[in-house]
C-alpha cells in the first residue's frame, strides 16, 4: 500500500511470527515548516528513505517483543528531519526473508538496489516493480510470511 502527501500520521503495525515473536515498528510522521519530521523504532524491523538521490537504511533493534522469554525491552528511537519530496517506506520481514527455489532469500541488499532504482518512478509504477520483482525472485516457492510494503512520499 502507497500512500501521497501524509501528515500527522502514526503508523503501528505488528506481525506475529512462526517463533511466537512479534515483530513490531513505530513511525511517527510530522511535517514541520519545510521539512517532514520522521521518528522510527523497530522491533528486528527496518525502514528506508530516499533523499537526495540516495537509498538509506534505518535499523531497528535486534530484539523482538514478546515470544518464549517475556522481557522489558526499550528500543531507540531514530529522528530524522527529511526535505519535501522524500519517500520512506516500511516493511514487514516477509519480502526481505521470501527464498527463492534454490532456498536464497531475496535480501536487504536487493531490496535497497531495487529502491534504489525505482526511487523515480511513480508510486503506482515502484509498487509494480516491488511486486514483479518479488515474483521474479519467488517463481514458483509458496510465500512462507505476509509480506507488507508501505511507501509514503513526504
Known amino acids: 500500500m502507497f500512500g501521497k502527501n501524509t501528515k ?11 517463533t511466537n515473536c512479534i515483530y513490531s515498528r513505530k513511525c511517527k510522521i510530522i511535517h514541520v515548516n519545510t521539512h517532514t519530521q520522521v521518528t522510527f523504532a523497530g522491533a528486528k524491523s527496518t525502514a528506508f528513505y530516499a533523499t537526495n538521490g540516495q537509498i538509506n537504511q534505518l535499523l531497528g533493534d535486534r530484539t523482538n517483543i ?18 519535501p519530496q522524500s519517500s520512506f517506506y516500511l516493511l514487514s520481514d516477509g519480502y526481505i526473508d521470501q527464498p527463492n527455489k534454490d532456498r ?33 525472485h519467488q517463481g514458483t516457492e509458496e510465500q512462507r510470511d505476509d509480506i507488507s510494503v508501505i511507501g509514503l512520499q513526504l
Open 8 to 18: 500527522h500520521k502514526s503508523i503501528s503495525t505488528k506481525i506475529r511470527g512462526q
Open 66 to 83: 514478546g515470544g518464549l522469554r517475556q522481557r522489558e525491552s526499550s528500543f531507540t528511537n531514530q529522528t530524522l528531519s527529511l526535505p
Open 104 to 136: 536464497k532469500r531475496f535480501g536487504t541488499k536487493n531490496l535497497q538496489e531495487l529502491l534504489q532504482a525505482i526511487k523515480e518512478l511513480p508510486f503506482r509504477q515502484q509498487e509494480a516493480k516491488i511486486l514483479e520483482s518479488l515474483h521474479l
